[in-house]
């Protein structure tokens, strides 16, 4: 049953709050908003802009919901797993429960150059729930290119980071981070692990962040790159440095290399063997022996001098070969691969 359309009887502890009010709850309800992965971070960031009333809702996510997501990830319920639900699908259904007034716009998608446009054109406030590398900067690319403000999140083990970029207000996510980290430097969540209670605290301030851009109250934004863990309370803020813009090749040259990246690989179908066959455009930059030491954290290994052998789960291996070739064993799914071959190798 719809509740009354009113603002002031759906929102009315929110409208009290004195940065916030009528005027600004209207805004509110007039913003258009997207999160790009509806994973630990997005599906929390979702709710409590759903709940707070925020007016179109778009959320992107390429994945479906497994029972290793639920400890973290709290749209989702055991009946999604049992599914294998799209998460933006399994998401959308929540989330219309929780407030039938939002207009809510579900794509299973992976977010990538040639679709970055169409997917985010419509929208005024991009938010990354991605926890990946590569989407970032792409998102920071297209924030640049069309002047649109995102807001960044990441959460690892007990701690977390967020910071929010303004193109012509701020410096950009690629002054803070020219180069994006080798594969293994920093942890993941799936070899350090995650506890649900960062991913709140995480996704709060990002909420946060979007509702003062939604209420167009971009000046109160946080400047500065938030780092926070939840076990020790321990919270930094640091300066991102304003000096470096001048020599960043995005915002300082608009040079916007992620959204010219070419296809990142072709696929192939190994006829008869369940096996797909994914040859990457660029070459990774791990040796068998890296990748090895970085899968073994978290997977059985198996290696020798031609291939490196990743046991994902009972039913799939991933398998690694030196010239730039990867084959996923267990399926004929080219979109389930590509998937879970981003997902391991963040390309
Ligand atoms: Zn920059």
């Given at each position: 049953m719809k509740e009354p359309q009113q603002l002031e009887t759906r929102y009315g502890k929110q409208i009290k709050v004195h940065t916030l009010g009528v005027r600004a709850q209207e805004k509110l309800s007039?913003?258009?908003?997207?999160i790009i992965g509806m994973g630990a971070l997005g599906s929390a960031i979702?709710?409590?802009?759903v709940r707070a009333g925020i007016g179109y809702l778009r959320i992107i996510d390429r994945d479906f919901v497994e029972l290793s997501n639920l400890h973290r990830q709290t749209l989702y319920d055991e009946q999604d797993a049992e599914q294998f639900m799209p998460k933006a699908i399994?998401?959308?259904h929540k989330l219309?429960?929780?407030n039938s007034t939002v207009n809510i716009d579900?794509?299973?998608a992976d977010v990538h150059a040639a679709n970055i446009e169409q997917l985010l054109d419509e929208v005024d406030i991009i938010i990354d729930g991605s926890d990946n590398f590569t989407v970032r900067y792409l998102i920071n690319d297209y924030s640049v290119a069309h002047?649109?403000?995102?807001?960044?999140?990441?959460?690892?083990?007990?701690s977390g980071s967020s910071a929010t970029f303004i193109p012509s207000l701020t410096p950009?996510?690629?002054?803070?981070?020219?180069?994006?980290p080798e594969l293994g430097a920093v942890d993941t969540c799936d070899t350090a692990g995650v506890i649900g209670p960062i991913v709140q605290m995480i996704?709060?301030?990002?909420?946060?962040?979007?509702?003062?851009?939604?209420?167009?109250?971009?000046?109160h934004c946080n400047k500065q790159l938030i780092q926070l863990d939840s076990w020790t309370m321990q919270l930094m803020k640091l300066e991102i440095a304003q000096a470096q813009q001048a020599t960043c090749a995005c915002c300082g040259q608009g040079n916007y290399q992620w959204l010219k990246q070419p296809e990142e690989f072709s696929s192939t179908s190994l006829c008869g063997r369940e096996t797909i066959q994914l040859t990457l455009a660029k070459p990774l930059s791990m040796t068998l022996e890296q990748l090895q030491e970085h899968f073994s954290r978290a997977y059985e290994v198996k290696v020798n001098r031609y291939l490196l052998k990743v046991k994902f789960s009972d039913q799939i291996n991933v398998i690694f070969f030196p010239d730039n070739r990867i084959m996923i064993q267990g399926t004929e799914d080219v979109d389930y691969a590509a998937t879970l071959t981003k997902k391991l190798v963040e390309i």
């Open positions: 007039l913003a258009s908003c997207a979702a709710d409590q802009l399994a998401a959308a219309r429960r929780i579900p794509v299973i002047r649109k403000p995102w807001i960044y999140g990441a959460v690892v083990g007990t950009c996510f690629c002054c803070l981070f020219p180069e994006p996704a709060s301030i990002q909420a946060t962040e979007a509702l003062k851009l939604a209420s167009g109250q971009q000046e």
